[in-house]
Every structure is written in structure tokens, then in C-alpha cells.
């Protein structure tokens, strides 16, 4: 009995570190093509990149767009419910404003990102994989990391930050929608209000959150797509496994982020 | 046999605890094509991931022309990579870009030639494989052995010094296969390129081959030209080249033993 909880915990440990260890190794060579790649002739794939941010950025816009809108009206009523009592309801501007670009764009941003993209890139890698076509890559003498991985965190790491700048918009926009058609504040006002509310340094520090997050699910995914082993089995696992661990390392991040900026921006 | 381009020696590895390849020696000589034969979980296609450096062994050298692949850094590995060619068992094209954009990726990641220039080499190593004419068909949408062609259009793509096949013939219909030994005979003679092969389909073997290397459960069991490998005496090469079953000796207590899960 307790050779098998030893012989388990040493297995578990095994294939974590195993885990951390190609992960670490794929950041080092994707941060390679990712930033050197672009000074070498041929050393970075532009097509393939904006074509992975079509892919990426502008499709996810009406999903991002309408889930931000509704976080937006959803946070103006659940403030409003509140603030209504002590008659600070124009405080539902500030509110909103702070909490959708300081925390809840990037988060929503990164969370429909994990699953639309994050999964995307481990299903497409994890399949290549199975085929041979990694295989084939190498073969060819073309490097997979600099081949798949590099245009995709080029696109995500400039694609997620913009979509968080569009979920900032649209969120407070909703929190608009609520606080004239339903609470009957005054338009100007209100606008005034979050201008007032809002600082350049709430908006850059949801900025930062997402480019950290996005370089979270475009590792994960990366990481869980070169990890493929077996058939369709296989890549069906590791894609779930993408979304799970990567929303749950971008709630982790966030956590830390959050911690940070609260002490010191 | 002379002039070895590829040497082998001593290679050990293995998946946990099996030994899948079991100190193989073997040389490969140039502009011959070498057969590496074999039934199947003999390591045969295990040897080849080594050669074309997509496995590590646990002991022994690769030399390809007189250097170690093994200890060699993985972007020399790379340039050294842009003089073979490859066929994977099913093609290995990329099923996201039409058969074209497969056999032209090579040369554009890897040259600074012309896009005319590369569109007609496409077309040339296309019509070589005869498959003119589905320039903008999608891997999925030809047939097996189209892929094969395809994959072998490209892998010849930047005529490389050194082609090797992953069981070039299986899973064809005779027709198609003699027509694909056909081409491995042609690319033999008019590029005069190195070529291995691993297969285990006989007729394929007596139709290609100058030399034969045969494995048995991760060993070099023989190694001679066409013409001795068809008189060898060595029972598991006549049992494989004869299609002879292997003798199974049955042992009562052994099967007992294997049915319910015990060991003694």
C-alpha cells in the first residue's frame, strides 16, 4: 500500500516536471523565433501570422462584443441594486468604468480566447501530430516552433490586447444602455462621470493582464498540442486539458496581477 | 561494399524497458538502394527515425559522411536536414495546403528562388511523380497513393542527395506499387541519389533493392546484396522471404499461465 503512494507520487512528479521541462523549452525557442526571428531573412512566417490574427482577433469581435456588452449592463444593474439605497447612483459610472477595464475585460477577453483559440491550436498541432506532419516538418528541415508556434503568439499576443481594448468600450457602453434607459440618468452626466472615474493607468493595467494572459493560452495550447500522443483520443484530451489549464493559470495570473497593481500602480 | 555514406554503429535504444533496436551496425552505401527489411516490430521504422534524427538513441553513433548525427547540435541538424528527403507511410503532406503549396514549401523556406522559378520546379517534380494537373487539390481530396507521390514530389523537392522511404509500397494495389518501385528505380538512375528504404513487401524488395539488410527483434540478422539475401540460408530470412509462419511451440503450462494473468 504504501509502496504504491510512493510509486504514484514519484510517477505524478515524473511527468510534472517532465511536463514543465518540454514547456520551458518551448518558451525558450518560441521567445527565439518570436523575437529574433523577424531580423533573419525568412525567420518568421508574416502570412501565416495575419492570417492567424484574422483567425484569432477579428472573428472573435461579435462574441467578445456581445458578452462584454451584457457583463457591461448586467455590472450597471447589480451596482445600481446597491448604490441605489445610499443615493450615490451616479457612482455606477465609476464602478463600472474601473471594474470592466481594470479586471473584467481582460478576463472575459482572455477566458473566450482560451476557448476559442487556445483549443484551436492544440487540436490543430495535436492533429499534425498524429499524422506525421510534425514529423514531416522536421524532416523537411523546417523548425515546427518557428513553423506553428510563432505566428500564432504573434497574433494572440497582439490580438488579445486589442480585443480587450474593444471589450473595454462595449462593456462600458452597456453599463450606458442601463444607467439612461433604465435608471434615468442623465446622458451627459454619466459620461462626464467615467471620464472623470477613469485613469490612463486602469486602462494599461488591463492592457498588461492581457498580453500576460495571452502569452498563457498560446504556450498552453501550444504546449498541450505538441503533447498529442495516440489518435483522435489524444487530441481530444489534450485540447480539453488547454481550455481547463489554461483558464484556470490566467485566473491565477490574474490573481497576482490584481495583487500587484493594487499595491503598487 | 564501398563508399559508405551512412555508418551505423553499435546503436542501442529503446521504449522503457524493450530494446526496440539492440546494438545495430550497418552501413549504407552511396547511390545504391539499400532495403531495410523486416516483419513488423522488428525496429525497422524505429532505425529510420534515427537516421533522419527524429530520435535520440540511448547509445551508439550515426555517421553521415564521416560525422555523428547523434551529438550533432540541433541546427546543424536542420542545414543537414535540407539535403534528404523523406516519404512518411501516408504521405506526411500538410492537409491544410493544396498539393502544390506542399511541394513548393521547401524551396521557398529554404532558397531565395523566383516564385516562377519555383512554380515550374513544382510543376516539374509533379509531372516526375505524375501527378500533373492536381496542382490545386487538397491532400484530402486525392487517394492514397496520390499522397504517396505527392509526399515523394516534395521530399525529392530539393533534390537531395539521400532519399529515404517509410514503407513506400504498403497499402497499395499491386499496380500502384510496381508503379512506385518503378519510380524509386528511376530516381535511382537519373539523380543518382542514395536511397532506404523500409518495407517489408517482398515483391517490392525484389524489384528495388542492390542490398538488403534484415532485422529481427532489433537486430541485424543479415546483410548482403540482392542476389545472396534469395540463397540465404539463415532460417528467419527464409522464413520471410518463403511467407513461412513462425514456429509457435506450445507449452501448456506457459499458456495457463499467460490466459489467467500469473507468472511463476
Same mark, same amino acid.
Given at each position: 500500500m504504501i509502496y504504491q503512494l510512493a510509486g504514484y507520487m514519484g510517477r505524478k512528479s515524473l511527468?510534472?516536471?517532465?511536463?514543465?521541462?518540454?514547456?520551458?523549452?518551448? *518558451?525558450?525557442?518560441?521567445i527565439y523565433w518570436l523575437f529574433l526571428g523577424p531580423f533573419k531573412k525568412k525567420g518568421m512566417r508574416w502570412r501565416s501570422g495575419i492570417h492567424q490574427m484574422v483567425l484569432i482577433g477579428f472573428e472573435a469581435i461579435p462574441i467578445v462584443a456581445l458578452i462584454s456588452l451584457s457583463v457591461g449592463i448586467i455590472m450597471a444593474l447589480q451596482a445600481a441594486y446597491q448604490l441605489r439605497r445610499v443615493g450615490a447612483l451616479i457612482y455606477v459610472a465609476d464602478l463600472v468604468g474601473i471594474s *470592466?477595464?481594470?479586471?473584467?475585460?481582460?478576463l472575459l477577453t482572455a477566458i473566450i480566447l482560451a476557448g476559442r483559440s487556445g483549443s484551436a491550436f492544440a487540436a490543430e498541432i495535436g492533429s499534425m501530430k498524429v499524422t506525421e506532419e510534425v514529423d514531416?516538418?522536421?524532416?523537411?528541415?523546417?523548425?515546427?516552433?518557428?513553423?506553428?508556434?510563432a505566428p500564432k503568439m504573434l497574433a494572440i499576443m497582439l490580438m488579445l490586447p486589442s480585443l480587450v481594448l474593444i471589450s473595454d468600450f462595449v462593456g462600458i457602453a452597456g453599463g450606458f444602455l442601463v444607467a439612461v434607459g433604465g435608471l434615468h440618468l442623465n446622458f451627459e452626466r454619466y459620461f462626464t462621470q467615467t471620464v472623470h472615474a477613469l485613469m490612463l493607468n486602469d486602462i494599461l493595467t488591463g492592457l498588461t493582464k492581457g498580453l500576460v494572459f495571452s502569452m498563457i493560452i498560446g504556450f498552453v495550447?501550444?504546449?498541450?498540442?505538441?503533447?498529442?500522443?495516440?489518435?483522435?483520443?489524444?487530441v481530444g484530451l489534450r485540447t480539453t486539458r488547454s481550455v481547463v489549464t489554461g483558464i484556470f493559470l490566467i485566473?491565477?495570473?490574474?490573481c497576482f496581477f490584481t495583487v500587484l497593481f493594487y499595491l503598487f500602480v | 561494399m564501398t563508399d559508405p555514406i551512412i555508418?551505423?554503429?553499435?546503436?542501442?535504444?529503446?521504449?522503457?524497458?524493450?530494446?526496440v533496436l539492440d546494438g545495430v551496425s550497418l552501413d549504407i552505401s552511396r547511390g545504391l538502394i539499400t532495403v531495410v527489411a523486416g516483419s513488423s516490430g522488428c525496429g525497422k521504422t524505429t532505425l529510420l527515425r534515427h537516421l533522419i534524427g527524429l530520435l535520440k538513441p540511448v547509445s551508439g553513433q550515426i555517421l553521415l559522411g564521416g560525422r555523428d548525427i547523434v551529438t550533432m547540435s540541433e541546427k546543424e541538424l536542420y542545414r543537414i536536414r535540407t539535403r534528404q528527403g523523406v516519404l512518411f507511410q501516408s504521405g506526411g503532406l500538410l492537409n491544410s495546403m493544396t498539393l502544390a503549396e506542399n511541394v513548393?514549401?521547401?524551396?521557398?523556406?529554404?532558397?531565395?528562388?523566383?516564385?516562377?522559378?519555383?512554380?515550374?520546379?513544382?510543376?516539374?517534380?509533379l509531372e516526375l511523380v505524375g501527378l500533373l494537373g492536381f496542382e490545386n487539390f487538397l491532400p484530402s481530396q486525392i487517394s492514397g497513393g496520390m499522397k504517396k507521390r505527392a509526399g515523394l514530389a516534395r521530399a525529392i523537392a530539393m533534390d537531395p542527395e539521400i532519399l529515404y522511404f517509410d514503407e513506400p509500397t504498403a497499402g497499395l494495389d499491386p499496380v500502384t506499387s510496381a508503379e512506385m518501385d518503378q519510380l524509386i528505380l528511376k530516381l535511382k538512375k537519373t539523380f543518382k541519389m542514395t536511397i532506404v528504404a523500409v518495407t517489408h513487401e517482398l515483391s517490392s524488395i525484389k524489384n528495388i533493392a542492390d542490398w538488403v539488410i534484415m532485422l529481427d527483434q532489433g537486430r541485424v540478422i543479415f546483410s548482403g546484396t540482392l542476389?545472396?539475401?534469395?540463397?540465404?540460408?539463415?532460417?528467419?530470412?527464409?522464413?520471410?522471404?518463403?511467407?513461412k509462419p513462425g514456429q509457435v511451440v506450445y507449452d501448456s503450462q506457459k499458456y495457463l499461465n499467460a490466459i489467467t494473468g500469473m507468472s511463476l
Open positions: 511527468s510534472v516536471m517532465g511536463e514543465l521541462s518540454h514547456g520551458a523549452m518551448l *518558451i525558450n525557442e518560441t *470592466i477595464t481594470r479586471e473584467l475585460g481582460p514531416a516538418l522536421v524532416a523537411m528541415g523546417l523548425n515546427p516552433v518557428k513553423f506553428l508556434v495550447g501550444c504546449h498541450e498540442g505538441f503533447s498529442v500522443e495516440g489518435g483522435a483520443e489524444g485566473i491565477l495570473a490574474d | 555508418q551505423v554503429l553499435d546503436l542501442v535504444t529503446s521504449y522503457g524497458d524493450l530494446k513548393s514549401l521547401p524551396l521557398k523556406e529554404h532558397t531565395e528562388l523566383e516564385d516562377s522559378t519555383i512554380q515550374i520546379m513544382t510543376r516539374m517534380k542476389q545472396k539475401t534469395l540463397v540465404c540460408e539463415n532460417p528467419i530470412v527464409r522464413r520471410f522471404l518463403d511467407r
